[in-house]
């Protein structure tokens, strides 16, 4: 059998979905899992399942808890190197979103060997790597398997003070909501299978889905952070939800102020989406308001971002500090975006 050809192989063609757009939907997921987690609950799983957080945290002890997360997919670019760099970046930041530090990884690896050349997963698994080595930290060891689809991902542990851990389920009425990356990510993700994304859009894609998310530990110290995720496969909607379902509070959510990447705005009116974004509306849709505003800013606040950014409240005192933290580490898009009030969990778009 002859080889692959590398230079005619795109991978977004061998995953029937890509990034985070491959998450199961909302509703289907919370009915899968509705009863699980019901065993052994021991004191120190600080968090588990029950208010979908980015990782699990264990405590050890007094000034340490273990945090583990794991996260994988098909591709969402054609690039190999860019594909495991995205991956890995995605996954090491659930640990950052979380306040934690990362230790060490272990790489998931699933990949159609008869159709992709050896090379090619080679690439996959060096840009994973290349990402780690940002992060400070080894892949230990790992799994693979001969998969009909190119899959990769990392396990990722790390270590945080349980005293110091940042949920989602801690925000609290007057808080500020603070993104720190700008959205786009799974309609750029589209434009790319239609061969419609040029090359500058696609290079702002890439920084910003490589761009690790380590404002996350310092806010671990930063008095007024309360809650803490990182917007990924339900969207920028979805995971504000998320937040104000575990809080018991309510969001309004200012449209004008959230930062977009460059050219979706434009893609969205022209026809660009994703079939995730549909999944997820009908998933949570009920519970957000839109206002004066329709099918687009529905798309764009559904849309499924790999590798998104930190979403943060705080108290109004703290947004300066917050938005330096992000500045200095290189968010310059991290923008205030709405705020948090008393009320049945529900976002209201202004």
Not at 30 to 46: N, Y
């Amino acid at each position: 059998m002859n080889a692959p050809d590398l230079k005619t192989i795109r991978l977004t063609e061998l995953a029937h979905g890509g990034g985070c757009g491959c998450k199961l939907a909302p509703a289907l997921l919370e009915s899968i899992i509705a009863k699980s987690g019901a065993g052994l609950l021991p004191k120190q799983l600080l968090v588990g399942i029950e208010t979908s957080d980015d990782a699990a945290v264990y405590q050890i002890n007094e000034s340490q808890a273990i945090v583990a997360t794991t996260d994988f997919f098909m591709p969402v670019v054609d690039d190999p190197f860019d594909f495991g760099a995205i991956a890995a970046t995605n996954a090491i930041s659930d640990v950052y979103a979380m306040a934690g530090r990362p230790l060490f990884a272990l790489a998931l690896v699933g990949m159609p060997i008869n159709r992709l050349p050896v090379e090619t997963i080679r690439k996959i698994l060096e840009g994973g790597e290349s990402v780690c080595a940002k992060a400070g930290i080894p892949i230990a060891g790992g799994h693979s398997i001969d998969s009909v689809e190119p899959i990769y991902g990392l396990v990722v542990i790390g270590l945080a003070d349980p005293r110091k851990v940042k949920r989602n389920a801690d925000a609290q009425p007057g808080d500020r909501l603070i993104l720190g990356k700008a959205l786009g990510v799974g309609i750029c993700s589209a434009a790319i299978k239609n061969g419609k994304l040029g090359a500058a859009g696609y290079a702002a894609m890439l920084a910003s889905t490589t761009q690790l998310n380590t404002p996350g530990l310092t806010f671990a110290d930063l008095e007024g952070v309360h809650a803490l995720t990182d917007v990924s496969g339900f969207g920028l909607a979805g995971h504000l939800f998320e937040v104000c379902k575990g809080s018991a509070v309510a969001a309004t959510l200012r449209w004008d102020e959230v930062p977009l990447l460059p050219g979706v705005l434009d893609m969205v009116k022209a026809g660009t989406k994703t079939g995730a974004s549909s999944r997820n509306w009908q998933g949570y849709g009920k519970y957000v308001d839109l206002g004066r505003y329709g099918d687009v800013e529905k798309t764009l606040l559904t849309d499924p971002q790999t590798s998104g950014g930190l979403l943060v409240t705080c108290a109004p005192e703290a947004v300066e500090r917050v938005l330096d933290v992000f500045r200095s580490e290189g968010f310059g898009r991290a923008a205030v975006i709405g705020e948090v009030h008393a009320g049945a969990p529900s976002v209201k778009v202004t």
